[in-house]
């Protein structure tokens, strides 16, 4: 059987590089998804970063009337859309508040993380909106385009904070099989080379995250940034002590946490939680406790989040052309 024909709906066409920064808990704000954005990649944020919840509705107009301003003064380069992460697990309790302030800015793209759920599907589609939903192994995958989500995001191992144990060829392959609509890789990419391979192995972006956190739009301690630029991927530990589901992380923070990386205990699933309306309880475990991705070896200096997307577009067009002189 012949894989179905690719599509990307309107929205995705309107982004100039392929890449979506990936929403980074905690870390993401407005800043940062602004810089993104300008600068042609899709920019994220968690909704569960704005805190106290009405934070969101400020932080929303921000972004959208930012955006709309650039964009008048830039005809010739629009910026991306951007995309609010939903944590649609049962124990959020904010989802239904800032589900309707999303449906307020009329959010273009909305990020769905542990749990596919039709209603918020339906809700997003209801305002005119695109869902991408991560998933960690085909099964999710096929459940999640089940329950009305328009695209998924293979989440690979090497992915920093939750991540799979799944090869990227692998996860992208069996999608690719059944699945033509958006598909954003999500593991260890910090180059423009490793943005070329996500293409070429059948994903439409490449989903970035760990990079993102060495820049100066950041909201993150400037310990972590500069461990980022001083680790590699011997650095990482995957557990799933911290939150119940497991997860790449920084030895560094670990040990400064006065804890062995090499000797975390197992935790239950039932662990992740984020019952209060702040997100306070999944809050404390990401605040000492550095979320990273095995691909950090390619960043090597804190820089404006502009000039590293210029970088990854520089080492796009060199990987380019290097496979274009090989054949």
């Known amino acids: 059987m012949s894989p179905p024909p690719r599509t990307l709906p309107p929205i995705l066409q309107r982004v100039r590089f392929p890449v979506i920064g990936s929403p980074l808990f905690i870390i993401s704000n407005p800043k940062l998804v602004i810089a993104q954005c300008k600068a042609g990649i899709v920019g994220s944020m968690p ?18 009337e930012t955006l709309a ?17 939903q944590i649609v697990h ?21 990020i769905t993380s542990l749990g596919a759920r039709a209603d918020v599907n339906q809700a997003v589609h209801s305002w005119g909106g695109i869902v991408l939903h991560d998933v960690i192994n085909n099964v999710f995958a096929h459940k999640a385009i089940e329950k009305g989500a328009d695209g998924l995001i293979p989440v690979a191992a090497g992915a920093g904070g939750h ?8 996860m992208v392959q069996e999608i690719r099989d059944w699945f033509g609509g958006p598909l954003a890789l999500s593991g260890s990419i910090s180059s423009g080379g ?9 994903a439409d972006f490449a989903y970035i995250g760990s990079a993102f956190i060495a820049t ?37 923070s ?15 699933p039932s662990k992740m939680n984020f019952a209060t309306s702040e997100g306070a309880s999944a809050a404390k475990a990401w605040k000492d406790i550095w979320g990273c991705g095995q ?30 002189a090989l054949a």
């Open 47 to 64: 909704a569960l970063n704005a805190r106290p919840a009405s934070q969101l509705d400020e932080w929303l107009a921000e972004i959208t």
């Open 69 to 85: 301003a650039h964009d008048r003064a830039h005809p010739e380069s629009p910026a991306a859309p951007f995309a609010i992460n």
């Open 90 to 110: 049962k124990s959020n309790d904010r989802l239904e508040h800032d589900m309707q302030v999303c449906a307020k800015y009329k959010v273009p793209i909305t």
């Open 163 to 170: 991540a799979s144990v799944k090869s990227p060829f692998a």
């Open 194 to 202: 490793a943005i070329l391979a996500a293409l070429a192995m059948g």
């Open 216 to 252: 100066d739009e950041a909201r993150a301690a400037d310990g972590y940034k500069k461990m980022i630029t001083e680790s590699n991927s011997d650095d990482i530990v995957y557990s799933n002590f911290y939150t119940g589901i497991h997860g790449n992380y920084l030895k560094g």
């Open 254 to 268: 670990i040990r400064n946490a006065g804890m062995d990386p090499d000797k975390l205990p197992e935790s239950d």
């Open 295 to 324: 691909g950090i070896g390619a960043i090597r200096e804190v820089v404006p989040a502009a000039d590293l997307a210029a970088r990854f577009k520089r080492e796009f067009n060199e990987a380019r052309e290097r496979l274009s």
